[in-house]
């Protein structure tokens, strides 16, 4: 019979349904007991949701009755008072001076999640919102490129870094305070530290929505900032493509699971149009964002088409919608930019 803390260990390979956190670190696993008939473990569960349940215990039952030596597996559940919830709502934090947050997600790279959050952030702005904007993306920080690096960060009195801004946007990133060439290599706590530095010790001022550009996927670093901060809303990025959908649906658990409401879904890289003959082109398929909008019953927000000036926009620090208000493409970004912010509007009327 195995002891329990090697049932723990084996454990730690049952993911949380939706996420690659497993359940050992969640905090869900309370107890283990090993007895003559078999391994009871014992499990707290925030989560509400009968098939969220059902399926953490079904793998822990074939995980551990897997080992040599276990005879039986029992789980024991004990799931919160539906008051629970609202109590680990209310431990998520404010920020000062700060109206909305918003969390901009991808369930996977490779979706132009970024690129979205800048020119969304500025659209957001082109509309009369005052923005900031927060690169999230600890290893891969690329909003300070597509927004620009010039200038020098500063400290207040009380310690308190102060954004940059450009565009008429205020915006901090990891990219600041490392070199190009420099790779960031490391561990989550160190990670975690400076994702509450960026939320809580920015000097932000007044600001109508602070725009988070989340790095893709859901693992520890989005599960940090969802835990921490309160967010008002979640915008989920994706492309037309089935293998990018199929990461949605993970993006809206992860959202679900905390809380947080889903704002709705992007459909980046929808189509292209010809600059030579003006036809629309759908490179990657089409209408996959919005058909699984419908299945999850979120809003779909609306298309966004590949076009040279968006790429080149990033990669010069000069975004389109900035720098080109007349462009077809800008006038897409604003027509999300106000879907979303009447989302907050009417959530925050509520």
Request: hydrophobic residues 45%; aromatic residues 6%.
């Amino acid at each position: 019979m195995p002891s329990p803390n090697e049932i723990l260990t084996e454990l730690k390979k049952v993911k949380y349904p939706g996420f690659t956190r497993d359940i050992v670190s969640f905090g869900i696993v309370k107890d283990i007991e090993v007895g003559y008939s078999g391994v009871t473990v014992s499990l707290t569960i925030q989560s509400a949701k009968p098939e969220v349940v059902s399926r953490i215990v079904e793998d822990i039952k074939t995980t551990v009755a897997a080992m040599q030596g276990v005879p039986g597996v029992k789980v024991d559940v004990e799931q919160p008072a539906p008051t629970q919830p609202r109590t680990a709502a209310a431990a998520q934090r404010s920020i000062e001076g700060v109206k909305h947050i918003v969390a901009v997600a991808s369930g996977k790279g490779g979706v132009g999640k970024s690129t979205v959050a800048v020119n969304l952030a500025l659209a957001m702005k082109a509309l009369g919102w005052r923005i900031g904007l927060m690169d999230a993306d600890v290893y891969g920080p690329s909003v300070a490129m597509m927004v620009g690096t010039e200038g020098k960060v500063n400290l207040t009195p009380e310690r308190k870094i102060i954004p940059l801004e450009r565009f008429g946007i205020r915006y901090v990133s990891m990219a600041f305070f490392v070199s190009d060439e420099q790779a960031v290599i490391w561990r989550g706590p160190m990670v975690t530290k400076l994702e509450t530095e960026f939320l809580f010790n920015v000097e932000w001022g007044e600001l109508d929505c602070l725009v988070l550009d989340l790095p893709p996927g859901t693992g520890d670093a989005q599960l940090t900032i969802t835990q921490r901060v309160k967010l008002d809303g979640g915008v989920i990025v994706t492309t037309p493509q089935e293998i990018a959908l199929v990461d949605v649906r993970r993006g809206v658990q992860m959202f679900s699971e905390v809380n947080v409401p889903v704002l709705g879904v992007v459909e980046n890289m929808s189509y292209y149009v010809c600059g030579k003959c003006n036809k629309r082109h759908e490179i990657f398929s089409h209408g996959g964002g919005a058909r699984l909008a419908q299945t999850l019953e979120v809003p779909f927000l609306g298309e966004l088409p590949i076009t040279r000036e968006l790429r080149e926009g990033g990669d010069n620090a000069m975004p389109l919608v900035a720098v080109n208000p007349a462009h077809p493409v800008t006038a897409a970004f604003k027509a999300v930019a106000a879907k979303i912010i009447e989302g907050l509007e009417e959530d925050h009327s509520g």
